[in-house]
């Protein structure tokens, strides 16, 4: 079987740096940091980049972690540097509200992904309407899709497409998809959607399947595809951008990025960054084999510094459970659990 | 012994269950539904379990309150409709017990702040929100112990839950419950988050509490006091358990519980949906039980214009 011609075709390249990236760093990245990495991928011509806190607006937050720097102070201070590039934001109904949207769009963002777990998509209508309604990019954001079969993910994304979303993505929140499941997915929506509608993918390298899912994506009919410079993103990282672009400069694929300012990038600024090496540990590996929400893994690690329960125990014991993005909470309350089932002694304060 | 005679506006899954708990209690009466769809399975449950019912809205209920004697209404609908819902009713002198998030009269959790709003006549309290009823009573459990400079908390819903309103106006549950960590729970900034959680079978509703302290936390004091708030949640909401904590982390402490529903109309699982039920069949026997002893008067009900 050959392989689809996808010379000539155009893709529109999002970086997660500075969102998803946020989560490797347990949100601590600073207000200079950003900055170098939004001028650097501007340089670039990198034609989209996410900021904010790794959950979003609103996820300021215990249960997500406190960055240095308000939501609003990234936004700003990035919108300043770029010159061409259009800034993102990530809203998730629940924890982020239409009063943060309108803050984000004051400070300079013209796009967002409102982002749902894959069969919630009727928690976005309001902010996908105000999304459009400020006049910004909005895109729905199917999280943990693997979680939904292919005819439920194109009934939720005809739904955001209702309310208003101008595309729609399929997000690998896990790790866990194959090319297979990519394409099922992603060919579903496009049977779904009007031909206007565009589709995105957003893919996590757990199972080292971030790059193969994106090309099988944009074969399936994907226009837009979300990446982040050597791959800084929660869990095994995002699909690697500068590594996604050399394979579409092989394929004829249009990203009208500079790939080898990238590469340079990936080493100069993005890897001297990293608190650890973002790579397929044995606890992304799980992430990615058990089906569980990629920003865990760090969450995990901690809870078994504290409480004495391995975190790849952790990891497979909340997929069992059936454990959703936001529900960071139940790690701690899950790693209790079976610190006591296991007859591990845990101190009430630390 | 006598028992206040009650209405319950609005025939969806909340009302249906209102009738089950009213009918379990000593001083409460179910005696009118009200709808607005002559064909919802909602009315036609009620009249089986013997209420009178109206399709008309509470326009419908408005000519009987005097001559069935209504005294109590619990507003189940949306907070478009409640504001004249209530003008309407307490026009004729029937108190109102708000479950949408309209929040025109005080906010009220039951172990926290009831017996301050039933010393004095209140002819509207809101309920808040499930989180809200579910969370509240362990902030101020912590913030009754030392101050809270921020409190947060994290509910988890079973999708199979969670209505058509709630999902269309997420930000409304967001800021009404983050309101009241402050207003009733104590602290000083309040955050609320929802999550919506879709697995097979359908988990029990989660709450998890976290709570910032100023100094740093009496860990006896705290763990002491939030047993004891546990326990007077549990006299109206038995499936209210602890799962885990208070654990303290400098000065964070944290507080994992879930809630178990009856099973009266809703299943199990939807213990978001029965603390507010609960907690609002426990609020109003608490104003009938002051009615009853004549330590607190209704205005004279009047007879509705034909």
Redesign the interface.
């Known amino acids: 079987m050959n392989f689809p011609d996808l010379k000539g075709r155009k893709v529109l390249i999002h970086d997660m740096c500075l969102r998803d990236g946020m989560h490797a760093k347990r949100e601590q990245i600073s207000l200079e940091q950003m900055v170098k990495v939004a001028t650097a991928l501007d340089a670039a011509g990198v034609p989209m980049l996410q900021v904010t806190h790794g959950a979003g607006l609103?996820g300021n937050?215990?249960?997500h972690g406190f960055a240095p720097h308000s939501n609003e102070a990234y936004i700003s201070a990035v919108a300043a540097a770029v010159k061409r590039a259009t800034l993102s934001v990530l809203l998730i109904?629940?924890?982020g509200?239409?009063?943060e949207l309108d803050s984000a769009f004051q400070c300079g963002a013209r796009s967002v992904h409102v982002a749902t777990?894959c069969?919630?998509a009727?928690?976005a209508?309001?902010?996908i309407a105000y999304g459009r309604k400020l006049g910004m990019d909005t895109s729905g954001f199917l999280m943990m899709a693997h979680?939904n079969s292919p005819e439920g993910i194109a009934a939720q994304g005809r739904l955001m497409e209702s309310y208003g979303a101008q595309t729609v993505y399929v997000t690998d929140s896990a790790g866990y998809m194959l090319p297979g499941d990519v394409t099922a997915r992603i060919a579903a929506l496009r049977d779904a959607l009007k031909p206007e509608t565009e589709i995105g993918f957003h893919g996590h390298h757990n199972m080292g399947m971030g790059i193969a899912n994106s090309i099988a994506a944009i074969a399936a009919g994907a226009s837009r595809t979300d990446a982040s410079v050597a791959g800084l993103g929660a869990g095994a990282g995002n699909t690697p951008l500068e590594v996604f672009v050399a394979v579409c400069e092989r394929m004829g694929i249009e990203t009208g990025c500079d790939l080898f300012a990238l590469m340079d990038m990936a080493e100069d600024i993005i890897v001297p960054m990293m608190d650890h090496m973002v790579r397929v540990t044995r606890e992304a590996l799980t992430l990615g084999f058990a089906g569980v929400y990629s920003t865990f893994l760090l969450h995990a690690k901690r809870a078994e510094a504290r409480y004495g329960v391995p975190a790849r125990d952790i990891l497979v014991e909340l997929g069992r459970?059936?454990?959703?993005?936001?529900?960071e909470?139940?790690i701690?309350?899950t790693a209790?659990?079976m610190a006591r089932e296991r007859g591990i002694a845990?101190s009430?304060?630390? | 012994m006598a028992k206040i005679r009650c209405a319950l506006i609005g025939s969806g899954n909340i009302g249906t269950d209102l009738i089950y708990k009213l009918r379990r209690s000593d001083v409460l009466e179910p005696v009118w539904m009200v709808g607005i769809d002559p064909d919802s399975e909602g009315l036609k449950r009620a009249a089986a379990m013997g209420l009178k019912t109206t399709a008309a809205g509470v326009d419908g209920l408005l000519p009987h309150v005097a001559t069935d004697h209504i005294q109590i209404a619990f507003d189940a609908t949306s907070a478009y409709v409640h504001a004249e819902n209530s003008r309407k009713l307490n026009a004729l002198g029937v108190m109102m017990i708000d479950l949408t998030p309209a929040a025109i009269g005080p906010l009220c959790v039951p172990p926290v702040n009831l017996k301050q709003h039933t010393a004095k006549l209140e002819m509207n309290v809101n309920m808040i929100s499930c989180a809200g009823q579910a969370t509240i009573p362990i902030v101020h459990a912590v913030s009754r112990v030392q101050s809270v400079e921020y409190a947060e908390i994290v509910a988890t819903l079973a999708s199979k839950s969670i209505g058509p309103g709630t999902r269309a106006n997420l930000d409304e549950f967001t800021y009404t419950t983050s309101d009241a960590l402050v207003a009733v729970g104590g602290a000083r900034r309040g955050k609320a988050l929802a999550v919506i959680n879709p697995a097979e079978p359908p988990m029990i509703m989660r709450n998890t509490i976290y709570c910032l302290t100023d100094d740093a936390p009496d860990v006896e004091k705290i763990t002491e006091s939030v047993l004891a708030m546990i326990g007077e949640v549990q006299t109206y909401v038995p499936g209210y358990k602890l799962v885990n904590g208070p654990v303290f982390d400098g000065k964070r402490v944290a507080v994992f519980m879930e809630v178990a529903g009856l099973g009266d109309y809703l299943p199990t699982y939807a213990g978001n949906l029965d603390i507010m039920t609960a907690a609002a069949t426990r609020t109003a026997e608490m104003f009938a039980e002051e009615i009853l002893a004549g330590t607190l008067k209704l205005p004279a009900p009047q007879e509705a214009l034909a």
């Not at chain 1, 459970?321 to 529900?327: L, N």
Request: charged content about 25%.
């Open positions: 609103g937050s215990i249960q109904p629940g924890l509200t239409m009063r777990h069969t919630e009727d928690t209508q309001q902010h979680l459970r059936k454990m959703i993005g936001g529900q909470d139940m701690e309350d209790l659990t845990v009430r304060a630390a």
